[in-house]
T-cell receptor, first 113, second 111 residues
């Protein structure tokens, strides 16, 4: 049982390049989330999904797209990377239900030059 | 106003001290509450859930005051290994799908 995994762990991009971050969970969780964390800012929700085939915008969705074609995977795409997207990206998942807690992946560190 | 607010600290305490953190939330319909711990350059991990009646887990005690909309975490007999950032977390929305994280309170425990 690997829990929540993220690929890649670290990436350097040039401005304007695109990339996809992959989040995978093997706990059969319904809900999945993408956050970014910047120094002193705390976690900010980018997009989330409450089930396969459904996605919704969070607090800071601009510049990102997501897809959840399979229940266990949640992809975060950057179509044209900008230096402002330099951050640590965390994926999380949890069971549906108000009392449930989130489980996080180890994070992806992205540097956009 | 932020939906979940915490004092960013840092709190600098000696080993063995008792330290308390508070957190306030703005949405009275919030459904569940948690404290997470985040170590430097690591992912957040659940420390404990917070129940209306208050709950304790070893040296850690969490309290919820729904009337005043605040949550607290008390750490007794602080250890060096308690040094971390503590995140206040609230679930809200239909089915509690929306999770809001506070920005965190930084704790340094010194020998």
């Amino acid at each position: 049982n690997a829990g929540v995994t993220q690929t890649p762990k670290f990436r350097v991009l040039k401005t304007g390049q695109s990339m996809t971050l992959l989040c995978a969970q093997d706990m059969n969780h319904e809900y999945m989330y993408w956050y970014r964390q910047d120094p002193g800012m705390g976690l900010r929700l980018i997009h989330y999904s409450v089930g396969e085939g459904t996605t919704a915008k969070g607090e800071v969705p601009d510049g990102y797209n997501v897809s959840r074609l399979k229940k266990q995977n949640f992809l975060l795409g950057l179509e044209s990377a900008a230096p402002s997207q330099t951050s640590v990206y965390f994926c999380a998942s949890r069971v549906a239900g108000a009392q449930e807690t989130q489980y996080f992946g180890p994070g992806t560190r992205l540097l956009v030059l | 106003r932020k939906e979940v607010e915490q004092d960013p600290g840092p709190f600098n305490v000696p080993e063995g001290a008792t330290v308390a953190f508070n957190c306030t939330y703005s949405n009275s319909a919030s459904q569940s509450f948690f404290w997470y711990r985040q170590d430097c350059r690591k992912e957040p991990k659940l420390l404990m859930s917070v129940y209306s009646s208050g709950n304790e887990d070893g040296r850690f005690t969490a309290q919820l005051n729904r009337a005043s909309q605040y949550i607290s975490l008390l750490i007794r007999d602080s250890k060096l290994s308690d040094s971390a950032t503590y995140l206040c977390v609230v679930n809200m929305g239909s089915g509690g799908f929306k999770t809001i994280f506070g920005a965190g309170t930084r704790l340094f425990v010194k020998a």
